[in-house]
């Protein structure tokens, strides 16, 4: 059954899935099967063939994580890395990739240690600037790999903008959508050719599983990209896509939740006297609000970045005080997280290249959850003291 002229919400739970055709078991089956018997040799049921190749519960997710974005492709991942990896083979030694400057450490770390062994080269640039992102392409200029917002400094790249100069110059422009989500931007209707997603993060949004999913709509990439994905190997476990497919069914209403919580706690740091400066897309402050208003639909998201007057010190003791807010790497789950990038996500990114960026070390990144936003903002002004 299409869904894909239906609602968000209705897409979220129906998308991809029907009930079990022999029990009528309305959840996805885990099919976990190595491989399929044939009927004869070479005559298989459907194209299950070994399961590293297709596996009934994994294509359920990539049916249903696809109609999300408004994509016709979904090609699963083991994890988010996996997924910018299986970008990134689409190219050819001497290809050059465009990346956004403040990205996650783990994507900059891919292109600087993995892939510059195999002559896949690339160019940091700062996409808020335009004609800056228009002069960093090279004739060899093949991937544009924007991330918005940003990790950790939540800058909004304008993903039209960029779309169409990369499409102008020929190169592949791929989105990677996993802070804002399904729910608050779809950049395939901006003109992305190919939207990431780290499915750890909101998507999963439970911390209890590891993924990620590459979509597009064009056939002759949704082709490719599924050879690769079978070709190398870093496939999504049937678990853990049933474990996905559990948790989309609820993306839209706890998404919407941490907009909710994120906005008030937003505006509760801003009022703080310890806090130097707090960043969050949906404040009329952010230098991209308009933006983020333009290309984001909903809610702007529920990660904060804030300064804390007093550098490491003081973000160190902030960090060890707080109790509701828990301590740790990744994002996007139901829970709250709190966490120093300049130690922990982006210890990856070279201190200089850190501080240009304005990673600097009395700052503090917040993936607000989804409890009462009133505990959270009591835990909040406790720790600052």
């Not at 897309?281 to 984001?296: F, L, N, S, V, Y």
Request: charged share 20%.
């Amino acid at each position: 059954m299409h869904h894909d002229n239906k609602g968000f919400g209705t897409r979220c739970i129906h998308a991809g899935q029907q009930p079990d055709p022999t029990t009528g078991a309305i959840m996805t089956p885990v099919y976990q099967t190595s491989t399929y018997v044939q009927k004869s040799p070479g005559v298989v049921i459907e194209d299950y063939d070994y399961a590293r190749s297709a596996n009934p519960t994994r294509k359920a997710l990539e049916a249903n994580l696809a109609s999300l974005e408004g994509g016709r492709h979904g090609i699963m991942f083991a994890s988010g890395l996996a997924s910018l990896a299986g970008c990134i083979h689409l190219l050819s030694s001497g290809d050059h990739v465009l990346l956004c400057d403040d990205v996650y450490g783990g994507t900059y770390r891919s292109l600087d240690k993995v892939f510059k062994q195999f002559g896949i080269t690339y160019t940091r640039v700062d996409m808020l600037d335009l004609d800056a992102t228009e002069a960093a392409f090279t004739p060899k200029t093949k991937l544009v790999w924007i991330e918005t917002p940003t990790n950790p400094l939540l800058k909004v790249v304008d993903i039209a903008a960029v779309a169409r100069i990369g499409k102008a110059r020929g190169a592949i422009v791929c989105v990677d959508n996993t802070f804002a989500t399904p729910v608050l931007q779809n950049p395939l209707s901006l003109g992305a050719d190919i939207v990431s997603h780290s499915c750890t993060k909101y998507i999963g949004g439970h911390s209890d599983v590891i993924g990620g999913v590459l979509i597009t709509n064009s056939d002759e990439l949704g082709e490719r990209l599924h050879y690769i994905q079978n070709a190398v190997g870093a496939i999504s476990a049937p678990w853990d896509c049933f474990l996905l497919l559990r948790s989309t069914k609820t993306l839209h209403v706890r998404v919407q939740r941490h907009c909710e919580n994120a906005a008030k706690i937003a505006d509760f740091l801003a009022q703080q006297s310890q806090i130097e400066r707090v960043i969050y897309p949906g404040r009329t402050d952010h230098p991209q609000h308009e933006i983020a208003k333009k290309q984001m639909r909903g809610g702007y998201g529920g990660m904060i970045t804030a300064t804390l007057k007093g550098g490491l010190p003081a973000a160190r003791n902030f960090l060890e005080r707080v109790q509701l807010f828990s301590l740790a790497e990744s994002l996007g789950g139901v829970e709250s997280l709190i966490e120093h990038p300049a130690i922990m996500t982006h210890a990856s990114i070279d201190k200089p290249l850190r501080e240009a960026l304005g990673i600097s070390d009395g700052l503090v990144r917040f993936s607000v959850g989804i409890e009462d936003v009133d505990d959270l903002i009591a835990d909040i002004a406790e720790a600052l003291g």
